[in-house]
């Protein structure tokens, strides 16, 4: 990804490299973050060439997969299990036909972490013929219902222990909403506002509430006197 963002031609040895890599051991990932990052790498190799028959069809199961994983909540765990071909189809046609709810169950602990790596491949995959609106707008529904007062998300509100890396995943949640906005406002997809839930009214005071509270960490370190221990205790945690 860093390589063909850096416009590396994508024929360069170490891109095809990671490609050989992506085709041998793609279709036995189920960890979200091997899932999201191998997405990533082929939504954007489609950018710069297009992706072959077999690389696309790859691409879309993997897609597929991770839109099997979604949790009624909007949120993804660590672990997406293959689905079957026939379970493929049937997940395909009801994204279609706009009658998808999610309905994944959690093997661990879900968090706005591993649901920004979902949402991150899964935008890409639109162009695989993925149609990824529904799970992206459930998934800034739950981003709207677990910011913090002081604008802020962290890595899992369910766990009751304070926040923990909250910097981070206050920008996850950012990406949700922008998303989320751009879908429901750019004209490019004005023509499938049929059937979108209703928008949150504070959605905008939500961006703007985050955005102030990145602007006071952003460009700091952990030795900066003015930063607080909870944003000195986020540095240090094993997250």
């Known amino acids: 990804m860093a390589l063909l963002e850096a416009n590396v031609p994508p024929d360069d040895p170490a891109i095809q490299k990671a490609l050989a890599d992506v085709r041998a051991g793609g279709h036995g990932l189920s960890m979200i ?32 997969r991770l839109v099997a994983g979604q949790l009624p909540d909007g949120r993804w765990t660590y672990t997406n299990p293959r689905i ?20 994944g169950t959690p093997s661990q602990h879900p968090s706005h972490s591993m649901t920004q790596f979902a949402l991150l491949a899964l935008w890409g995959s639109r ?21 913090y007062p002081d604008g802020t998300w962290d890595y899992n509100i369910d766990w009751g222990i304070g926040k923990i890396v909250n910097d981070s995943n206050t920008c996850a949640g950012l990406i949700a909403l922008a998303m989320e906005k751009t879908l429901r406002e750019d004209k ?14 504070k959605a905008d005071e939500q961006c703007e509430k985050a955005f ?24 240090q945690s094993p997250c």
Do not use: C, M, W
């Not at 079957?84 to 309905?103: G, S, V």
């Not at 162009?127 to 910011?147: M, N, Y």
């Not at 490019?188 to 009214?201: I, M, S, V």
């Open 33 to 64: 973050y091997a899932l999201g990052a191998t997405l990533i790498f082929l939504n954007r190799l489609d950018e710069a060439a297009a992706l072959n028959g077999p690389d696309r069809e790859l691409s879309r199961t993997l897609a597929l």
């Open 84 to 103: 079957t071909a026939k379970a493929e189809q049937d997940l395909l046609q009801k994204l279609n036909a706009n009658q998808y709810k999610p309905q």
């Open 127 to 147: 162009r695989q013929g993925i149609p990824a609106r529904p799970v992206i707008l459930a998934s800034a529904a739950r981003f709207h219902q677990t910011q």
């Open 188 to 201: 490019k997809f004005r023509d499938q506002l049929t059937g979108d839930p209703p928008a949150n009214p």
């Open 212 to 235: 102030a509270h990145l602007a006071k960490v952003i460009g700091r370190t952990k030795d900066d006197p003015t930063r607080s221990e909870e944003h000195t205790s986020e540095l």
